[in-house]
């Protein structure tokens, strides 16, 4: 369960795209400590009159508390809502809170004056999940729920994309929990694996007896047969937990395919993991999570391999 979750916001209202989730992510039933945390970037002009730079930032403060104050007064809860304002860099802060105060959960916008493209690849958002070792939950910010979408007895839907390899049992995991906290009767789980085609014949098996269309037929079935006995299996495993689930193969490019069937579909949340063999940089920046990233108009649970 995610018992303590930070959410940093920068005073803007593409920021507080996040609160309805924030808000769903609170069970009337359970004890869930929400921090809301304002970073206020330390001025760093030379030869600045020290006073006059400690009273600057020492009204900052008090604005951005002020800020966090009313926040905090739109949301209903039943935990505990902490409001936490620190002089820093924003990443770097995030992630030093996050370590210190054993956070379970960090959910943050994509900021929409530059659009994702500028969070993603060189700003806060970028080094937080670059260096996070929790989950990192990205909301963009165009990505508005509908009026009402996570109340109590709305159906939720959780796409999970799996690759077939270990590493990628942590988004189940992490769908688990997602499911528990929101509440299991009203979440559906989605298992894809996309089986990637290829279009040409670089492996193509010299001096066999079948034609190239044969053996390219023959590779599909097989990459169908293993994608559908996997996620087949993971189906049947989360049944017996009692999780409402179920499974598809799709085919084509795995990046595309992700995005278009999110975007398709009345997906809530894309819970995806990072890949094992090169950690987060391959997978998050130059390959499927970037291009899902950057494409899905969903929000996405980002879980890094350990």
Request: charged share 25%; glycine share 6%.
């Amino acid at each position: 369960m995610y018992r303590t979750i930070l959410v940093p916001l920068d005073g803007s209202e593409v920021a507080e795209c996040v609160l309805p989730y924030v808000q769903a992510l609170m069970p009337a039933d359970q004890k869930v400590t929400i921090v809301l945390l304002y970073i206020v970037e330390a001025l760093d002009i030379p030869f600045t009159n020290p006073s006059f730079k400690t009273q600057i930032e020492s009204e900052a403060q008090s604005a951005s508390k002020k800020y966090l104050d009313g926040v905090r007064n739109k949301l209903d809860h039943n935990g505990t809502i902490r409001c936490e304002v620190i002089i820093g860099k924003p990443a770097e802060s995030i992630i030093d809170y996050s370590n210190k105060q054993k956070i379970d959960l960090i959910i943050m916008a994509t900021h929409g004056r530059s659009g994702i493209d500028k969070w993603i690849r060189g700003s806060v958002a970028e080094k937080v999940i670059h260096t996070s070792q929790i989950p990192v939950w990205l909301v963009p910010a165009a990505c508005t729920p509908e009026v009402d979408m996570f109340n109590k007895g709305t159906k939720i839907t959780l796409l999970v994309p799996l690759d077939g390899l270990d590493t990628a049992g942590s988004a189940i995991e992490q769908a688990e929990t997602l499911t528990r906290q929101l509440g299991s009767n009203n979440v559906e789980i989605i298992v894809i694996r996309v089986c990637e085609l290829f279009s040409d014949s670089p492996k193509y098996p010299p001096h066999m007896s079948m034609s190239w269309e044969e053996y390219a037929n023959y590779e599909t079935k097989r990459c169908l047969d293993i994608c559908t006995e996997y996620v087949t299996n993971i189906e049947k495993k989360l049944k017996e937990q009692g999780f409402t689930v179920r499974s598809e193969v799709l085919t084509g490019n795995v990046a595309d395919k992700i995005v278009d069937y999110a975007n398709a579909n009345s997906i809530s949340v894309i819970v995806m993991s990072t890949h094992g063999r090169s950690g987060i940089g391959r997978w998050a920046f130059g390959s499927v999570t970037e291009k899902v990233l950057a494409a899905a108009k969903r929000p996405i649970l980002l879980i890094r391999y350990r």
